[in-house]
């Protein structure tokens, strides 16, 4: 790290992900070798901003302060998504434009911790995000990210529903099983990945006193509220694809209405970053329980190809057998 500044944003983040850890039960925490020799090296970079040497407050063992970007074909284990900042950090606001600001940082500043950092800011924004909250249609706990803040493949689904809000994770339940389902025949593990919504609160149906666990997708007013956070989080993150779970999803992320066959069908971006749309795992459950047998395999082997041509995109080798699978 460059500076006395970076050195107290990376230890700030450091003890944020050791306290979430140690909410968690957890003893011990896997370190990658970059991490290792980063943190190591952490005595030297204070005496040469001409600090003393201090030890972080660490509870639960040690943590990464800094990872490479991680790549699918070599699976390594990395943290969850970190929780909020201390209250007593104030985000910054969402200025006109709608484009929450993102700090100009160097490009070999641009660490895991850096990253964290940044989506803590998000995270905390969303919290009282006017513009939300403003509609009265969405309920108030944030259902922000998971998996790895440096993932080459960002999933984006609509919005949370109700096993999402108690669990305050996107794609968990049953949609979450097939999505996990999904990975694991791609090879990869959720925590490898990048899941995240568009909107971020689970919509109310009426003023939500009656609604029990039913959902509804998130209408288009609300995920113009929330696509400037979902944008912070692609300019920090930086995936090196997209994939928009189903077409709400796709509507909310590329801001404009279609088919889902039409989006499957067409080449998109975000902002320079490839999008490829395919169907929710909602759909496919429901096609399984619901559906023609015929049809629902159908279904499945069209998401089936949406991977395969994600792993292509991010560079994963495929294996024959892989190219012959279905859900």
Known sequence: MGG?????????????????EKRRGAGTIALSPDSERLLRAMPSA?????????????????????????TP?????????????????????????????????AEADRNEVWVRVQLNAIFKALKSCPDCSGLGTLFETVVFAAGNPQAEIMFVGEAP?????KERKPFVGPDGQKLDQILKAMG??????YLTNVVKFRPKKG??????????????????????YLRAEIEVVRPKVIV??????AEGLLERGGSLASFRNTEHSFEGIPVIVTCHPSYLLRQESEGDPQQAK????????????VMDRVGMPVAEKQRKYFL
């Open 4 to 20: 006395t500044n970076s050195i107290a944003s990376g230890l700030s983040a450091l003890a944020e992900i050791l306290e979430r």
């Open 46 to 70: 204070f005496k040469q901003t001409g600090r003393p040497a201090a030890p972080a407050q660490t509870r639960a063992g040690a943590g990464p302060a800094e990872t490479s970007r991680a």
């Open 73 to 105: 074909s070599r699976v390594e284990p990395t943290m969850g998504m970190p929780l909020p900042m201390a209250e007593s950090a104030n985000p910054p606001s969402l200025p006109a434009g709608k484009r929450f600001p993102i700090p100009a940082v």
């Open 161 to 165: 529903g109700l096993e999402e809000e």
């Open 188 to 193: 990869l593990p959720r925590e490898q990945v």
């Open 207 to 228: 003023d939500g006193r009656f609604q029990g666990p039913t959902n509804r997708a998130p209408q288009e007013d609300e995920m113009a509220a929330s696509l400037p």
């Open 244 to 249: 928009a779970m189903g077409r709400t999803a």
């Open 298 to 309: 159908a279904a499945k082997r069209l998401a089936w190809e949406d991977m395969l041509r």
